[in-house]
């Protein structure tokens, strides 16, 4: 059975660090491309960063670009987001997937499998 399950989500202080992980089951990460989308609430989703299955290919979307970083652990078959600089408007739910939507930044296989989300919240 095929399981994305986030965590890492938390309050922090404008400035401050969070990492965020997410464990899959069911399935090899390293074959599918597999990213982090955000949404804030009255906001649109947003692919924030993702990993190509067919060549590595990694992608930060503009708002992250520079304090964002996406890595995975294939022994672990985890993929984490470290984020740094984290500012209030950086607050949102996360989520990790492997869907379609991720084609055209990071090419590869895609499964159609989400997780339910980790809450960030950025704030003094």
């Known amino acids: 059975q095929v399981q994305i399950v986030e965590s890492g989500g938390g309050l922090v202080q404008p400035g401050g660090s969070l990492r965020l992980s997410c464990a899959a089951s069911g399935f090899r990460l390293d074959f599918y491309s597999i990213g982090w989308f955000r949404q804030a609430p009255g906001k649109e989703r947003e692919v924030l960063s993702c990993?190509?299955?067919?060549?590595?290919?990694?992608y930060y979307g503009d708002p992250v670009k520079g304090r964002f970083t996406i890595s995975r652990d294939n022994a672990r078959n985890t993929m984490y987001l470290q984020m740094s600089s984290l500012k209030p408007e950086d607050t949102a739910t996360y989520y990790c997937a492997s869907d379609s939507l991720l084609y055209n930044k990071c090419p590869g296989n895609t499964l159609d499998a989400w997780g339910q989300g980790t809450q960030v919240t950025v704030s003094s």
């Open positions: 990993i190509g299955s067919s060549d590595g290919t990694t």
